[in-house]
């Protein structure tokens, strides 16, 4: 269901929870990340601020060790 509206749902404990989470950054899909504890990895600190910056003229952000492009939908 949630996957016809557009919405990936995901958990720290899914193998490719990252792939999926940059995905969604790069193609501008929803993301929800179920079971979320009161501490967050390091990784998700750009996202929450909107780190993004300019890399040849797209617009970016850095998660985790990749560069990938921010979509403004997202």
């Known amino acids: 269901m949630e996957r016809d509206s557009g ?8 193998k490719d ?9 790069r193609f501008g ?5 179920e079971n979320v504890g009161e501490v967050l990895e390091a990784a998700f600190e ?6 993004t910056f300019k890399q040849g003229g797209s617009e ?6 990749n560069i990938i492009p ?3 939908d997202f």
């Open 46 to 51: 750009p996202l929450l601020l909107k780190q």
């Open 70 to 72: 921010y979509h403004s």
């Open 7 to 14: 919405l990936d749902v995901i958990k720290l404990s899914d």
């Open 60 to 65: 970016v952000i850095k998660i985790g060790d």
């Open 29 to 33: 899909r929803a993301v929800l990340l």
């Open 17 to 25: 929870f990252l792939r999926t989470l940059e995905n969604g950054v």
